[in-house]
C-alpha cells in the first residue's frame, strides 16, 4: 500500500508552537488532517494560533506554560490528553537565544537560556512520554547548527542545544523497545523568524547569510515541517536518534561567516 502523509485522526502537540518555525510545523501538520495541541508562555500568541489552526481545518487546543515550570508542563499535557488521547507526534521547540560573548553574559543569562532549551526539552520528554502512543509515537527535538557549529556570542545556545541532541540520542535508545522514535531537526537560517531577527537583524547581514547557504537561499518554516511530516511518518519508520539538518547545507559550510558577525556585533555592544 501506498504511503500517505495523511495525519487524519492522529494527535500532534507542539511545545512552544505559538510562533516562527514551530507555528510552520503546527499549521503544516494541521494541514495534514491531524488534530493539533500548542502551548507557550504568551496566552494572547496560544489562542491566536489556535484560531488559525482551525481556520485551516484542525480540531485544535492549546495551554499556556513556561516549560521551566514541570507541574504547570504536566497539568497543561494532561488537558490534551483528556481531550485528545495518546500523542502520536511531539514536537519540542520552544527556545531562547540572544547573541552575547562569554564574557558579558551573567550567570543567570547563561542559565535562563539551558533552563528554557535544555532542562525545557527534558521536562516535556519527562512529561510526555506516559501520554505517547507505544508503539509508533515519534518525538522531535527542534535543535540548532550551535549545537555541533561552535559560534562567537552563543557559548549558551551551543552548550544548551549540544544538550537537546544528546537527549535526543539517549531516549532513542531508553524509548526504542517500546515502539518511540526520537529525532533532532536541525533548522539553518529560516526566513521571517524572530531567532533571525536576532542574530542577523539587518538586510545586509540577512542576504550574506543567504549566499553562505549552499542551496544560495534561507530556509522557510515549511521547509522544517515538511521533515517532521517526514519523520513522523510511516517514511521514517526506521529512523531514530539521528540529528537530520534542514538547513540547505550551511553547517557543511561551518555557517558561513555568522561567528566572525556575531563576534564583532557583540564586541561592539556588549549586553545589548
Ligand atoms: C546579555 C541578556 C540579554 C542580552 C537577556 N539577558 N538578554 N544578557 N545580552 N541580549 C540576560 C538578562 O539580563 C538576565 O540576566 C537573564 O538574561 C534573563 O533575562 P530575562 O529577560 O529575565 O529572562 P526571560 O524573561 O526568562 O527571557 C528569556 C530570554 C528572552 C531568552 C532572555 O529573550 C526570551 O524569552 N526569548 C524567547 C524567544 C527567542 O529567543 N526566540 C529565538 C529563538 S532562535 P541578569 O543577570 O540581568 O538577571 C534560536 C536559534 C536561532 O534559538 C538560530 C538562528 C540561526
Ligand atoms: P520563536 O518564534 O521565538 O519561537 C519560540 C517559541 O517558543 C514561541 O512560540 C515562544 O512563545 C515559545 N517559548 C519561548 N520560551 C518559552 C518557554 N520558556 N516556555 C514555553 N514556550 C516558550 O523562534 P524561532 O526562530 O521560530 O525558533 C523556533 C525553534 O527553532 C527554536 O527551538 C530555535 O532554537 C530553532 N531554530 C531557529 C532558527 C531560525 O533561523 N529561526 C535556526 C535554528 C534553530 P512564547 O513567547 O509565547 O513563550
Keep these: 500500500m501506498a504511503i500517505t502523509l495523511d495525519f487524519s485522526g492522529k494527535v500532534v502537540v507542539v511545545i512552544g508552537g505559538t510562533s516562527g518555525i514551530n507555528r510552520g510545523i503546527a499549521e503544516l501538520f494541521a494541514t495534514h488532517g491531524a488534530k493539533v495541541a ?10 491566536d494560533t489556535v484560531t488559525a489552526l482551525r481556520q485551516l481545518g484542525a480540531d485544535a487546543m492549546g495551554f499556556v506554560a513556561d516549560v521551566r515550570e514541570l507541574e504547570v508542563l504536566e497539568a497543561g499535557l494532561q488537558t490534551v490528553h483528556d481531550r485528545f488521547g495518546d500523542f502520536d507526534v511531539v514536537v519540542s521547540g520552544a527556545a531562547g537565544n540572544f547573541p552575547a560573548l562569554a564574557n558579558d553574559l551573567s550567570g543567570n543569562a547563561f542559565k535562563s537560556v539551558i533552563d528554557i532549551d535544555l532542562r525545557g526539552t527534558f521536562h516535556v520528554m519527562k512529561t510526555v512520554y506516559p ?24 557559548a549558551h545556545v551551543c552548550a544548551a542545544k ?3 541532541d544528546m537527549i535526543t540520542r539517549t531516549l532513542a535508545l531508553e524509548w526504542g523497545a517500546t515502539g518511540v522514535r526520537v529525532n533532532s531537526v536541525v533548522p539553518g537560517p529560516i526566513d521571517g523568524t524572530e531567532g533571525m531577527a536576532r542574530l542577523a537583524p539587518d ?42 539538518p534542514v538547513d540547505g547545507g550551511w553547517s557543511q559550510n561551518s555557517c558561513g561567516n555568522m561567528s566572525e558577525y556575531l563576534g564583532n556585533a557583540a564586541a561592539r555592544t556588549p549586553g545589548s
Design 38 to 47: 500548542v502551548a507557550s508562555r504568551k496566552q494572547e500568541k496560544v489562542d
Design 162 to 164: 549540544a544538550g537537546v
Design 203 to 244: 538586510e545586509k547581514i540577512r542576504s550574506m547569510v543567504a549566499r553562505s547557504v549552499p542551496l544560495g537561499r534561507l530556509g522557510t518554516p515549511a521547509d522544517v515541517g515538511n521533515a517532521c511530516l517526514f519523520l513522523a511518518s510511516e517514511l521514517g519508520s526506521f529512523v531514530s536518534g539521528t540529528i537530520l
Design 131 to 154: 501520554l505517547l502512543r507505544k508503539p509508533g509515537a515519534s518525538v522531535i527535538n527542534i535543535s540548532a547548527p550551535q549545537a555541533f557549529i561552535p559560534m562567537k556570542a552563543q
